[in-house]
């Protein structure tokens, strides 16, 4: 299941679907902000960069458990459904929430110290229009290897490591930087 607010509908809507056909997931438009116009108009950028189908928008019927915000809303075919869910761009309430339901959640945020990042089972620790295209290209190499493979990749991976390796690198270049040294990054 892929998740998607305004921003990754406005900064990926053609990583969104190429992802989806990917994974033969499904697409949910899932708002903080919500009303029937916004989900709307979400879904058609998604449809008109080739989504067939995007939940969320006139079927959100079903709630997440102690979440108050608009975010509660979500498809009984989607979202509620789902035993693994992409949150790019998320909110840490609603993180916190599908954890707690027992799901299996992976994030995009630039963060590493937010509520996502540390509560998600797995966290891309980038900016989304760089991590988007990678994931993708990622999933595609990943379809060539074996279940035992990705199995063995998936027990050895620690989402807290990662964490750590991202603060360390952000701590590395804001030391340099504050001695003086003139860091930049070609990517």
Do not use: C, W
């Amino acid at each position: 299941m892929i998740s998607v607010n305004g921003n990754v509908a406005a900064l990926t809507p053609k990583e969104v679907v190429e992802l989806s056909r990917e994974l033969k997931a499904k697409i949910e438009v899932n708002l903080f902000y919500r009303t029937e116009e916004r989900a709307n108009r979400i879904a058609k950028v998604l449809r008109d960069h080739g989504a067939s189908e995007v939940l969320g928008v006139s079927d959100a019927t079903a709630t997440i458990p102690e979440l108050l915000s608009e975010r509660r809303r979500v498809s009984p075919k989607g979202i509620l459904k789902a035993d693994t869910i992409l949150v790019p761009l998320e909110d840490g309430d609603r993180t916190e929430a599908l954890r707690r339901m027992g799901k299996f959640v992976i994030a995009i945020d630039l963060n590493p110290l937010s509520r996502t990042a540390r509560t998600a089972n797995i966290t891309i620790i980038d900016n989304i229009v760089r991590a988007m295209p990678l994931l993708v290209k990622k999933v595609r190499e990943f379809r060539k290897a074996g279940r035992s493979s990705l199995r063995t990749i998936l027990e050895g991976y620690d989402n807290n490591e990662i964490l750590r390796a991202a603060l360390k690198h952000i701590v590395g270049r804001l030391t340099r930087l504050s001695q003086g040294e003139v860091v930049i990054n070609p990517q």
